[in-house]
Antibody, heavy 120, light 107 residues
């Protein structure tokens, strides 16, 4: 059973970099067909896709965040990471990592989510 | 971006009711439509993928269907554990986009 766990600071100052890591267990991040994704949910709101990465390094970003976003993978640690620069209060959200399945890009396994607050 | 319009935004229903939630895509997405259930304080859970395929472990009272750019999630006989918020999501083209959600509440 694949499990994902987000980790990182729960509080980030405005203008700084919001940085999170997702650790995958129960399966290898280098299992061919899968992509690995970040999604966020603003408090009391709906879901917003941030982007995803293949272990080969191929990335797909939401254009609305692309200029500030970097998603990377560390296969040796079975982890992938998110960095969002120039954070503002609008980036305050619960951040989820998830696996993109190999059928029709469904998000089939999710982490429990981590709340990141951007505030001074 | 492909817009996903979900309706209703909320509904009240009783245990045993048949519940239908609709999602409309702003353009063709073939069958690249997924449904998720989210309970308060929890991550979303995949219910249906490819418009009508039931994810492993999901009860058979959940089903999905499609007609053109309209997609439907049906819960055949609502159970107490089904009170939650439901989201549709298209995976036809990036950026992946979600519907606004439907909150199913107890009547």
């Amino acid at each position: 059973q694949v499990q994902l766990q987000e980790s990182g600071p729960g509080l980030v100052k405005p203008s700084q970099i919001l940085s999170l890591t997702c650790t995958v267990s129960g399966g290898s991040i280098t299992s061919g067909a899968y992509y690995w994704s970040w999604i966020r949910q603003h408090p009391g709101k709906g879901l917003e896709w941030i982007g995803y990465i293949h272990y080969s390094g191929n990335t797909y970003y939401n254009p609305s965040l692309k200029s500030r976003l970097t998603i990377s993978v560390d296969s040796s640690k079975n982890q992938f990471s998110l960095k969002l620069s120039s954070a503002t209060a609008a980036d305050t959200a619960v951040y989820y990592c998830a696996r993109v399945g190999d059928k029709e890009l469904e998000l089939d396994y999710w982490g429990q989510g981590t709340l990141v607050t951007v505030s001074s | 971006d492909i817009q996903m319009t979900q309706s209703p935004s909320s509904l009240s229903a009783s245990v045993g009711d048949r519940v239908t939630i609709t999602c409309r895509a702003s353009q063709t997405i073939s069958s690249f439509l997924n449904w998720y259930q989210q309970k308060p304080g929890q991550a979303p859970k995949l219910l249906i993928y490819a418009a009508s395929s039931l994810q492993s472990g999901v009860p058979s009272r959940f089903s999905g269907s499609e007609s053109g750019t309209d997609f439907t999630l049906t819960i055949r006989s609502l159970q107490p554990e089904d009170f939650a918020t439901y989201y549709c999501q298209q995976s036809y083209r990036t950026p992946l986009t979600f519907g606004g959600g439907t909150k199913v509440e107890i009547k």
